[in-house]
């Protein structure tokens, strides 16, 4: 799901994610009501393309409106989107997960961490 967002920016991801989310969660009502003005308020075009495109995708999968969708299947599509902008994160910014756990586990071991009092 959402496999699309892969061959867009993060630039662009990060901003569609956050509206969508927000979208999904039903914080923008005035969205709900008014998508084409609402999902694309301060978002570039591609990025309002990819607002519209991820709202669409999970009305077809359900096929339901968002606003119809139970609690636990938004928390579900919420996760699905974090997990696919945050895989996205890490390759375009070449993130190392093993290297950055050792660095804050060699920062934990160290006084570093720790406050003297």
Same mark, same amino acid.
């Given at each position: *799901?959402?496999?699309?967002?892969? =061959?867009?920016? $993060? %630039?662009?991801?990060?901003?569609?994610?956050?509206?969508? /989310? +927000? $979208?999904? &969660?039903? +914080?923008?009502?005035?969205? @709900?009501? !008014? &998508? !084409? #003005?609402? *999902? =694309?308020?301060?978002?570039?075009?591609? +990025?309002?393309?990819?607002?519209?495109?991820?709202?669409?995708?999970? #009305?077809?999968? #359900?096929?339901?409106? /968002?606003?119809? @969708?139970?609690?636990?299947? $938004?928390? =579900?599509?919420?996760?699905?989107?974090?997990? &696919? $902008?945050? %895989? @996205?994160?890490?390759?375009?910014?070449?993130?190392?997960?093993?290297?950055? =756990?050792?660095? @804050? !586990?060699?920062? &934990?071991?160290?006084?570093?961490?720790?406050?003297?009092?």
């Amino acid at each position: *799901m959402f496999e699309y967002l892969d =061959k867009s920016t $993060i %630039q662009d991801v990060f901003p569609a994610g956050h509206h969508a /989310i +927000q $979208i999904i &969660r039903k +914080q923008w009502d005035f969205a @709900l009501h !008014n &998508r !084409n #003005e609402g *999902m =694309k308020s301060g978002l570039s075009s591609p +990025q309002a393309e990819l607002v519209d495109r991820i709202i669409q995708e999970i #009305e077809t999968t #359900e096929e339901k409106k /968002i606003e119809d @969708l139970p609690p636990e299947t $938004i928390d =579900k599509y919420i996760n699905t989107l974090v997990e &696919r $902008i945050e %895989q @996205l994160s890490r390759q375009e910014l070449n993130v190392n997960q093993s290297v950055g =756990k050792n660095l @804050l !586990n060699q920062l &934990r071991a160290s006084d570093i961490g720790s406050v003297k009092r």
